[in-house]
């Protein structure tokens, strides 16, 4: 038998973060333990907002599968027990770390990775504000090679903070995020502008339900699917729509599904980016795993925090890493 306790956190970013149609000034996430007597695991889930899948909704998923949960149950059986979301990602992730310490052998070999993980280059999001603004903070971000820009669908205001982030930063890798906030006849002017600033990802321009007004439209830059993809089922219709697939943990339930994502994605020739919602060290390390096959990695979650729960994840040199003492060690965790 398991002992599940979960528990939930209010996290406190460390300025405003906007995007299209929502602003963020705090966080609530679901954080589960589950102990067998000897050992314990321990997952992160946050949820996504436009699906309604909030903390409350979180709590009742989870009291739910209780008794199915702590009867013992595998992680696959768990994709089928429970829905995705971030109440299925902590459970998950509870059961990685747990099995993880019952083996003696760390997360990442579990998951079948060849070597030991290294630090990834992860983008650093910048939330939309007004040129200047963002600007200055793609020059706060100094050591990043990477920077994603969130955009708000106003087409020349977008155009003009692009163009000002480019100025600032000449240098680094830049995406952009619409967060669904664009119309099928705004992509071409969009595309257009994008590339003359040398952005290299598009991500999630249309409203989610509005995927076949992508088909047979041919882009100059990649676009990522986000909000579109939620779940392995989502990943074979998004071929000849996207580019890109952007898993996130909380989305699809789990790195269980979402290495079963990455997967479908390299068999099909999509793209494969790892990102996150709002998340802690926590949260975040399961995704570093996943990170070390993905092609684009957008871990920034504990970066955008007013205060990270400790022992916390690396962020050194435009860089993540996430130690074993964050997450799945594989060592004796007492319960």
Known sequence: MLRLVHETATLRL?????????????????????????????????????????????????????????????????????????????????????????????????????????????????????????????????????????????????????????????????????????????????????????VSLLEQPLARGAEAELDGFRSAIPIAGDESLLTLADVAPAKGRFDVVNIKLDKCGGLTEGLLMAAEARRLGLGVMIGTMMATSLGTAPGFVLGQIADLVDLDGPALLAEDRQPGVVYRGGMLYAGPEVWGSGQHTPA
């Open 14 to 198: 460390a300025r405003p973060f906007r995007i299209s149609g929502y602003v963020f000034e705090t966080a609530e996430v679901l954080v589960v333990t589950l102990d067998d007597g000897t050992h314990r695991g321990r997952g992160e889930g946050a949820g996504a907002y436009y699906l309604g899948d909030d903390l409350a909704n979180m709590q009742r998923q989870i009291e739910e599968a209780r008794g199915t949960i702590e009867a013992g149950i595998t992680r696959d059986a768990l994709r089928t027990a429970m829905p995705a979301g971030g109440a299925r990602n902590a459970v998950d992730a509870a059961l990685w770390e747990l099995e993880a310490a019952q083996a003696g052998v760390p997360v990442w070999r579990l998951a079948g990775l060849g070597s030991e993980p290294q630090p990834i280059v992860t983008t650093f999001t910048i939330g939309a504000d007004t040129p200047d603004a963002m600007a200055a903070s793609a020059r706060d971000y100094a050591e990043a090679k990477s920077i994603k820009v969130k955009l708000t669908g106003e087409l020349p205001l977008d155009l003009a903070r692009v163009a000002a982030i480019r100025a600032a930063r000449p240098d680094i890798w830049l995406g952009v995020d619409g967060n669904q906030g664009f119309a099928r006849a705004d992509l071409a002017a969009l595309i257009d502008g994008l590339a003359q600033h040398g």
